[in-house]
């Protein structure tokens, strides 16, 4: 068993990234045309076993549950017991009452963030951040663009690091950063001026690096030291998408 | 003939914000092939220096500059840094400064400025190798740049910068982080480049290092060049005290050596100089010791 689920791991860190991007794409926005919720759901049981399958599944659950509920409860009740579309009502709880049209609604929107945001979960997870824009610049996306996705994307871990590397200074003068909540958010608080301040600091000396080295230099046609591949598997898998895609949107028109 | 490839013409230059000139009216120029070492204490304007020389000041930093660089026969301001990054390339002194952080491995950070440049896939790997082989970073390339130590960034540093095989290189204090084998190990490195044809502007503090490398030497104190020529010139100077520089260490102890008769020489301001000074010491005191015995 574990066996097989390495090599759907494996099998999905060869994807090419834009035949992921697609796919959290399509899933998303197609479960947000078709008019019904349940397939916005049953794309996300689909999502949690394939998590499951690649070993992360824990994690996938962690974030539908951390998230999904209190958004869900939240929507739920604005749209269901408040939406100016309720027509049809459901339930009643004597100071208000539950709409059918709200209440989908509700279940809609709050499935399609789940894809979403289960989606690219997975897609982080198995694929390198320098991977997914060398095949955007690779389909004809602006090197500097590019640039410009990747280095956003790399931000969240370089100021881990330094928080942590501050963290660390202040304890070793004493300042007491763990702890209960109220003395960790009082630890925090003063981390953040430092952080932010030589975020930019660094943000400035990263564009001199990269001038130096050459980057945007005119004439010369960037070329890239990661190779990805289009494979059958990538083509198949988004004419599925496309065809998700369009499929959600035919009962809309017909 | 060597040829005239850097021309620092009375080049001034003030911060935006600053009130203080950080550069003041220098003026020197390097020639092909030529090792240059420039020195003075901190804050006194090597970096600012280095940043002019590659084209960031005035293209990049925001502030006031008169007189002109002109490096291989195109004048700094004119062009920009990159246009210029391919005659000379420069090593930051926080070898993090280096980093793309778009890289998830040390060869891919190696290869970004070979991709700018537009070299094909298949050359990055051989460069790749050949570099990582000459810096012994063969065995991180697949790591991830941001894990490593101060030391490995700061040869990962450098060999993105070696790799676009620049004809000048201006190093600002690239050894900061190494230890003194590593950094024994960069320097043969840096020697052996410039022994390849490649013109070398150093930043250093080791003075030992800029008398044994350099070719010339320059002292800079509060943004100007007070001093320059061979490192015997400059290191024997009488003023050198004033700039708040010191000679080698080597020049201070044989110096006490140094009297009419022990040796012909005035000076020694490296390893296999005062070696040899001593060796005539001790030749002498043998000679002179052996007849009354």
Do not use: W
């Given at each position: 068993?574990?066996?097989i689920?390495?090599?759907?791991?494996?099998?999905?860190?060869?994807?090419?990234?834009?035949?992921?991007?697609?796919?959290?794409?399509?899933?998303?926005?197609?479960?947000?045309?078709?008019?019904?919720?349940?397939?916005?759901?049953?794309?996300?049981?689909?999502?949690?076993?394939?998590?499951?399958?690649i070993?992360q599944?824990?994690?996938?659950?962690k974030?539908?549950?951390?998230?999904?509920?209190?958004?869900?409860?939240?929507?739920?009740?604005?749209?269901?017991l408040?939406?100016?579309?309720?027509k049809?009502?459901?339930?009643?709880?004597?100071?208000?009452?539950?709409?059918l049209?709200?209440?989908?609604?509700?279940?809609?929107?709050?499935s399609?963030l789940?894809?979403?945001?289960?989606?690219?979960?997975?897609?982080?997870?198995?694929?390198?951040n320098?991977?997914?824009?060398?095949?955007?610049?690779?389909?004809?996306?602006?090197?500097?663009l590019?640039?410009?996705?990747?280095?956003?994307?790399?931000?969240?871990?370089?100021?881990?690091?330094?928080?942590?590397?501050?963290?660390?200074?202040?304890?070793s003068?004493?300042?007491?950063?763990?702890?209960s909540?109220?003395?960790?958010?009082?630890?925090?608080?003063?981390?953040?001026?430092?952080?932010?301040?030589?975020?930019?600091?660094?943000?400035?000396?990263r564009?001199?690096?990269?001038?130096?080295?050459g980057?945007?230099?005119?004439?010369?046609?960037?070329?890239?030291?990661?190779?990805?591949?289009?494979?059958?598997?990538?083509?198949?898998?988004?004419?599925?998408?496309?065809?998700?895609?369009?499929?959600?949107?035919?009962?809309?028109?017909? | 003939?060597t040829?005239?490839?850097?021309?620092?013409?009375?080049?001034?230059?003030?911060?935006?914000?600053?009130?203080?000139?950080?550069?003041?009216?220098?003026?020197?120029?390097?020639?092909?092939?030529e090792?240059?070492?420039?020195?003075g204490?901190?804050?006194?304007?090597?970096?600012?220096?280095?940043?002019?020389?590659?084209?960031?000041i005035?293209?990049?930093?925001?502030?006031?500059?008169?007189?002109?660089?002109?490096?291989d026969?195109?004048d700094?301001?004119a062009?920009?840094?990159?246009?210029?990054?391919?005659?000379?390339?420069?090593?930051?002194?926080?070898?993090?400064n280096?980093?793309?952080?778009?890289a998830?491995?040390?060869?891919?950070?190696?290869?970004?400025?070979?991709?700018?440049?537009?070299?094909p896939r298949?050359?990055?790997?051989?460069?790749?190798?050949?570099?990582?082989e000459?810096?012994?970073?063969?065995?991180?390339?697949?790591?991830?740049?941001?894990?490593?130590?101060?030391?490995?960034?700061?040869r990962v540093?450098?060999?993105?910068?070696?790799?676009?095989?620049?004809?000048?290189?201006?190093?600002?204090?690239?050894?900061?982080?190494?230890?003194?084998?590593?950094?024994?190990?960069?320097?043969?490195?840096?020697?052996?480049l410039?022994?390849?044809?490649?013109?070398?502007?150093?930043?250093?503090?080791?003075?030992?290092?800029?008398?044994?490398?350099?070719?010339k030497?320059?002292v800079?104190?509060?943004?100007?060049?007070?001093?320059?020529?061979?490192?015997?010139?400059?290191?024997?100077?009488?003023?050198?005290?004033?700039?708040?520089?010191?000679?080698?260490d080597?020049?201070?102890?044989?110096?006490?050596?140094?009297k009419?008769?022990?040796?012909e020489r005035?000076?020694?301001l490296?390893?296999?100089?005062?070696?040899?000074?001593l060796?005539?010491?001790?030749?002498?005191?043998?000679?002179?010791?052996?007849?009354?015995?």
């Amino acid at each position: 068993m574990e066996n097989i689920n390495n090599s759907i791991a494996v099998l999905v860190r060869k994807l090419n990234p834009i035949t992921k991007l697609l796919i959290v794409f399509c899933l998303g926005i197609g479960c947000l045309i078709y008019p019904l919720p349940f397939v916005g759901y049953g794309v996300l049981c689909l999502l949690v076993i394939l998590g499951i399958l690649i070993g992360q599944g824990k994690q996938v659950l962690k974030l539908i549950v951390g998230f999904g509920i209190p958004v869900t409860l939240m929507l739920l009740f604005i749209q269901g017991l408040y939406s100016p579309n309720n027509k049809t009502m459901i339930a009643d709880f004597g100071f208000a009452q539950m709409g059918l049209e709200g209440t989908m609604y509700a279940l809609k929107i709050s499935s399609t963030l789940l894809i979403f945001l289960a989606a690219f979960y997975l897609m982080l997870q198995t694929t390198k951040n320098s991977e997914t824009v060398a095949a955007l610049t690779q389909s004809g996306l602006n090197m500097k663009l590019g640039y410009l996705i990747l280095a956003s994307l790399n931000v969240v871990p370089q100021m881990q690091r330094k928080v942590k590397v501050i963290q660390e200074a202040q304890e070793s003068r004493g300042v007491e950063t763990s702890g209960s909540f109220i003395q960790r958010t009082k630890a925090f608080l003063p981390l953040i001026g430092p952080v932010v301040l030589s975020s930019l600091t660094d943000a400035q000396e990263r564009g001199m690096t990269l001038e130096t080295r050459g980057f945007g230099i005119s004439g010369d046609k960037p070329t890239s030291y990661i190779k990805v591949e289009t494979t059958g598997l990538d083509i198949v898998l988004r004419m599925i998408a496309i065809c998700f895609l369009i499929s959600s949107l035919l009962p809309r028109i017909l | 003939m060597t040829s005239t490839l850097i021309q620092v013409n009375h080049f001034s230059y003030r911060y935006n914000q600053e009130t203080e000139v950080a550069l003041k009216n220098v003026h020197f120029e390097v020639a092909s092939g030529e090792f240059v070492a420039i020195i003075g204490a901190n804050g006194s304007g090597k970096s600012t220096l280095c940043n002019a020389l590659v084209g960031l000041i005035p293209n990049y930093f925001v502030g006031f500059s008169e007189g002109s660089i002109i490096v291989d026969e195109k004048d700094t301001a004119a062009v920009s840094v990159g246009e210029l990054s391919q005659t000379i390339g420069l090593v930051f002194q926080n070898p993090f400064n280096q980093l793309s952080y778009t890289a998830d491995t040390v060869a891919e950070e190696l290869a970004f400025g070979l991709g700018n440049r537009g070299v094909p896939r298949e050359q990055m790997f051989s460069k790749i190798k050949e570099i990582a082989e000459l810096i012994q970073i063969d065995e991180l390339l697949d790591k991830n740049p941001l894990e490593l130590s101060g030391g490995q960034v700061q040869r990962v540093a450098l060999a993105s910068a070696i790799i676009l095989e620049p004809k000048i290189l201006v190093l600002d204090e690239c050894t900061t982080q190494l230890d003194p084998i590593g950094s024994r190990q960069i320097m043969n490195i840096i020697k052996k480049l410039n022994e390849n044809g490649i013109t070398i502007v150093m930043v250093d503090h080791d003075m030992e290092r800029v008398a044994k490398l350099a070719d010339k030497v320059y002292v800079i104190q509060h943004g100007t060049i007070v001093l320059g020529g061979t490192p015997e010139e400059v290191f024997c100077s009488p003023h050198l005290a004033e700039f708040s520089v010191n000679p080698p260490d080597y020049y201070e102890i044989t110096k006490k050596f140094i009297k009419p008769g022990y040796s012909e020489r005035d000076f020694a301001l490296t390893e296999s100089q005062a070696i040899s000074l001593l060796q005539e010491v001790i030749l002498y005191e043998d000679r002179n010791q052996k007849p009354q015995a």
